[in-house]
């Protein structure tokens, strides 16, 4: 029987020869393997780049990982035992390697089996000439599968005897996962991988019912439309297939807050956004009213009027002839254009103009021709009072200002699109200077014309907030399914910066709510998957007051990537462009999965994140073939090489390479035919609308 200290012996490949807080530095053994060791039960490459070695303690293990490789020419050859002293001195290579300590491996074995358990950091470092040795089949799997919390299998690592690879979904999706790689090595199959491998672990342990789980993918390019059929998912498209499940995608504007309104419609900070953001905490306030009715638009009309009128009255503002008789002016002319619209109220309005123009008229200064330009005196704070009072009175006729105890401009209440802009082009008249505001009514003016922007953010279908929720983010204990596959590929590129955050803030905030409605303060967990990532969360300039839609955008994912935790809120990032993503969304995830990643900046970002001891993984990166990924953060224990599950066909994103030589021999890999047939016309028709606008031209004909 072999004693424990001989077996150590036989494993033994080296001796520790430098130490350092952040390196260990080994002199290998003459006799130790020189690319295949045959002495750990079975035969297994060694020594490699990322493999693991063990230095014994008192309780076990330390172990390290190995970083690098080296021949070192000593003056003489290292000498073992007696049997060596009759080498001649002469010039010898020597092999070295540098370790990383990663953890200790505590052995926990007893008289009826064996058994490791691996801890992360290092209480005491090893000593000069401490042996080190190679790990057997038992200890490899005891590091790799280290932890009683991993359900979910991920793949297998081929540097430790294939060993599971195993995640804790609390740990990778709870503090924020960015997977990262080039195009083509995997990193879109990961993502549905991690997916469908979480909800296949759960339905084991959920019996008849759907995981009470929820993922919103969303996706730039189509690629996740049919990857989730087996688990019903809810795909929104821009032209959804009547056919299958798919849904309209609808992101009505009335859910769109002032910040992307004003992203939207590029509204200066000085004037344009305070008038939008007054135009919608207005135009939101009529929820409770009847919208269609001719004197709640009358109502809403007049009071945008006299909340005009009583700013400038607090403001204390002198009222200067020269640049207050405009804003009188405009309303005279917008009272006279609501007597015609609204006949009903006739009388009222025209009394209320006779005010106006009484007014006016007593300011008013004579002019000779050729002078026809109208100049005034400075009014008094008493005329305009006076008008006050008579508006007022209409109003108080209708039910009263609309906006006293309304919501706030942020607020998700429907209001109709044409409403907003009326009111929108009724405050821009009331100012000095309507000419600056042209540019903000023409933006959303566009948005009400474009057929294809309106499909996605018009008042397509009876819409409630609790509709959409349940639509997009999921039901009670997840009835309808767990997966939502928000397909952004027909999106016009004018608004799917804004539909993206749309969507991503409405999820948080509805979280944030679940939370504080909750008797318990519980949480319901959900993840938000962002493909294509570099695009949407990019770096973005602070410098100016003017938002852009993609640096609003990139904002609601920090306050996520943030916050998100405290509510239940995980994010998945998937890029092929880590160096453009936003550092503070990037800093923020605690766990990473790490592609072949080749370009330099992008390997300078990655290596930032990762700590000191184990950057050294980032040189192997640019090496890694397809389906492999180091996982690397809080879900694992220790950096580890991970060969990804296998997925089948069907399960798998479509952003598989072109087959170019197929379509050009018009042969699979098969032997069967490959035939890609062109009908452009059939392509222009549906590019250029021409059916609709047929059936608009013969509509027409008809009338």
Known sequence: MISPMESLARLQIGTVDFVAPDEVKVLLDLDAPQSMAMNAGKPRPFPRINGFVLLPTENGFIVGQITWLAI????????????????????????????????TLVNESNQE?????????????????????????????????????????????????????????????????????NTGSGKSCSVAGLIHWS?????????????????????????????????????????????????LLNVPAW???????????????????????????EVRCGIEEDEHSDDFRLRRRLSSAVIMLKSEVRAGNNYEGWKFSPKLVALSEDLQAWMEEHAAHAVEL??????????????????????????????????????????????????????????SEDAPLPFKST???DHIETLAEQETNPQFFDYLVMRIRMMLSDKRMLSVSGNNRELSLNQWLEEFVGSSDASNGCVSVIDLSLVPQEIVHIVTAVVSRLTFEALQRYRRNHPDNKVLPTSLVMEEAHNFIKNYRNDSDEASASSMCCQVFEKIAREGRKFGLGLVLSS?????????????????????????????????????????????????????????????ELPILTRMLSLPERQRPHSDDPDYWNVWTRTNSQGEPEERHVDWKAISDEWQEVEVNEHIEEKNNDE
Not at 350 to 361: A, D
Not at 585 to 607: G, P, W, Y
Request: glycine share 8%; hydrophobic share 35%; net charge positive.
């Open 419 to 421: 409403d907003f802009i």
């Open 113 to 181: 089996n064996t058994k490791y358990k691996f801890k992360r950091g290092v209480h005491t470092f090893p000593g000069l000439g401490d042996p080190v040795i190679i790990p057997d089949s038992i200890q490899l799997k005891a590091i790799v599968e280290s932890g009683t919390d991993g359900r979910v299998l991920i793949g297998h690592c081929p540097l430790a005897d294939n060993a599971e690879v195993r995640v804790n979904p609390d740990k990778i999706f709870g503090r924020h996962l960015a997977i990262l790689g």
């Open 255 to 281: 859910l769109w807050n002032s910040s992307e309104w004003s992203a939207f419609t590029q509204a200066s900070g000085r004037a344009q956004k305070p008038l939008l953001r007054r135009a919608l905490r």
């Open 576 to 636: 092929q462009r880590p160096s453009e993503l936003s550092s503070t969304v990037l800093s923020q995830c605690n766990t990473f999965l790490l592609h072949r990643i080749t370009n330099d900046k992008d390997q300078e970002m990655v290596a930032r994140l990762l700590p000191d001891g184990i950057r050294g993984l980032i040189r192997e990166i640019p090496a890694l073939p397809s389906q492999h990924a180091f996982l690397v953060g809080w879900a694992a």
């Open 199 to 247: 909800l296949a672990e759960a339905k084991k342990l959920s019996g008849d019912k759907n995981p009470n789980a929820r993922f919103l993918v969303i996706d730039p390019n189509g690629e996740y439309s049919g990857a989730f059929d087996n688990h019903k998912a809810r795909v929104f498209k821009v032209e959804p297939d009547d056919t299958t499940n798919e849904l």
């Open 350 to 407: 025209h009394v209320n103009n006779e005010t106006v123009q009484n007014v006016l008229q007593s300011k008013s200064r004579p002019t000779k021709p050729p002078q026809y330009i109208q100049y005034y005196n400075d009014f008094s704070q008493t005329d305009i009072e006076s008008i006050i009072s008579s508006i007022n009175s209409t109003l108080n006729s209708l039910g009263g200002l609309v906006f006293q105890s309304g919501p």
């Open 72 to 103: 070192e020419h000593s003056s003489f050859p290292k000498r073992k035992g007696i049997q060596d002293f009759g080498l001649i001195d002469l010039p010898f290579p020597l092999r070295k390697m540098s370790l990383s300590l990663l953890g």
